[in-house]
């Protein structure tokens, strides 16, 4: 089954201490994005790579890493996390850069207290 | 830069037709994305517009002006599973971006 996973889906943490989120797709896409989601604030996007090796910030990247060793994930680091972190995050996948559809992870809801 | 505008929150009675607006300013458009989100669950994509005119796909419609920089989703014949968030996207020279969603409820 074509699919984009994230893992963990729920995750309450203390401020500092680091953590990683993965994603990982099966599509063999080029492209794919970390968003965060806010209330009325809708999917900001944090971070996206175009292939491996090539990322690039998105609208809200500070705080945040990322890296794209393999064509198939794409991890989300906090190195140092904060409580205005505390989020619902989103990985994303699609075909390539210019491709209109993307596919969504399930979300990741993180805490940081 | 990019951005979108659409409403915030629509509510529609069950069995009735909403139209949800989106407006946009980029550069190098290439199409209108559409996107469905229920609360708690991760977008799904709907629908893509990259000419002129009405896409149909069963209850849902979508429609774009490239001139007017406008689209919208059309959906009839409302049920209370369409209760949910839709946002739509402009894909072009840079990855999609996303509007801040529309909240729509439909009630009984």
């Known amino acids: 089954e074509a699919q984009v996973t994230q893992n963990p889906r729920y995750l309450i943490t203390v401020t500092g201490k680091k953590l990683t989120v993965t994603c990982s797709q099966n599509m063999n896409h080029e492209y794919m994005s970390w968003y965060r989601q806010d209330p009325g604030l809708g999917l900001r996007q944090i971070y996206y790579s175009m292939n491996v090796e090539v990322t690039d910030k998105g609208d809200v990247p500070e705080g945040y890493k990322v890296s794209r060793k393999e064509k198939r994930n794409f991890p989300l680091i906090l190195e140092s996390p904060s409580p205005n972190q505390t989020s619902l995050y989103f990985c994303?996948?699609?075909?390539?850069?210019?491709?209109?559809?993307?596919?969504f992870g399930p979300g990741t809801r993180l805490t940081v207290t | 830069g990019q951005s979108l505008e659409q409403p915030s929150e629509v509510t529609a009675v069950e069995g009735a037709i909403v139209q949800i607006n989106c407006t946009y300013q980029t550069s190098g458009f290439y199409g209108l994305s559409w996107y469905q989100q229920h609360d708690g669950g991760a977008p799904t994509f709907l629908s893509y517009n990259a000419l002129d005119g009405l896409e149909e796909t069963g209850r849902f419609s979508s429609f774009l002006s490239r001139s007017d920089s406008y689209g919208y989703l059309l959906l009839q014949e409302l049920q209370m599973k369409d209760s949910a968030s839709y946002f739509c996207?402009?894909?072009?020279?840079?990855?999609?971006?996303f509007g801040k969603g529309t909240r729509l409820s439909v009630i009984a």
């Open positions: 994303a996948s699609s075909f390539d850069a210019g491709a209109y559809e993307q596919y």
């Open positions: 996207a402009v894909s072009g020279n840079t990855p999609l971006v």
